[in-house]
């Protein structure tokens, strides 16, 4: 497990590395590094968490990052179109709700133990249950949204979400599944281990799709986007 958190990791990093090498400004290529950086955080909380909080589950497995990936993977989509820029400003905010709630929760959960102890299950309940439903709610709509925007004379300019949110599709209805076994179920039935790298097999496809996609668009690869239309 600890190799597959350190090559997300890397990837991540040398991911940020490009960005920055290639001074975007658009508003796609910002969502790209949160992206990179909320996956090096991610990590690297659950590498911490895993080595150095093992007889505490809690911490790692109470943590919801995973409401974090269905917003961006809506925002990459929004942002793939130009038209569509007024409205993100106005309505964005209501995809992020659920973030900050789960994490207060999670804070007052990991600070009392006596708490944690009568409300744990419940709230694993409740969270495995709202990721679940985030991740598949933002991958139908991204599938079925992205059809009539994604006409073929419009493939040059927004292929760099296609390449990205196919893939975050599964990862991110994976991951609703493996939480909902894995934290619901009893846990003699579903290692978590296994939950744990079906996870974070699917974070690393993503990384490597988002770091091909960078690495084409600095090579001027045919095909792909062309680094003067971005």
């Known amino acids: 497990m600890n190799i597959l958190l350190c090559l997300i990791f890397l990837i991540a990093l040398s991911s940020l590395f490009q960005l920055y090498s290639m001074g975007k400004k658009e508003q796609f290529f910002k969502l790209l590094a949160v992206y990179n950086v909320y996956t090096l955080v ?11 909080f093992a007889t505490q589950r809690f911490v790692d497995a109470g943590a919801p990052f995973g409401f974090g990936y269905g ?4 925002y990459g989509l929004i942002m793939s179109g130009e038209k569509t820029e007024v409205k993100l400003k106005k309505n964005s905010w209501l995809h992020l709700l659920p ?16 708490l944690r102890d ?3 299950w419940k709230y694993y309940t409740v969270l495995a249950t709202g990721q679940c439903l985030s991740f598949f709610a933002y991958g139908l709509w991204s599938i079925f949204a992205s059809r009539p925007r994604l006409a073929m004379s419009d493939l040059g300019s927004r292929s760099r979400v296609l390449s990205i949110g196919g893939v975050l599709i599964l990862f991110m209805a994976s991951f609703g599944l493996v939480i909902l ?8 039935s579903t290692p978590p281990t296994i939950g744990l790298y079906i996870i974070y097999g699917m974070l ?5 799709s988002v ?3 960078l690495y084409r668009i600095r090579k001027g690869k045919p095909g792909n986007v062309n680094p003067d239309e971005i």
């Open 42 to 52: 991610h990590v690297s909380y659950t590498f911490i968490a895993i080595n150095f």
């Open 181 to 188: 076994l894995s934290r619901v179920v009893p846990h003699k």
């Open 204 to 208: 690393l496809s993503v990384q490597l």
């Open 118 to 120: 009568i409300m744990m």
């Open 71 to 74: 917003p961006m993977l809506y």
């Open 99 to 114: 973030i900050p709630f789960f994490w207060a929760a999670f804070i007052m959960l990991l600070a009392d133990r006596e």
């Open 211 to 213: 770091a091909r996609y």
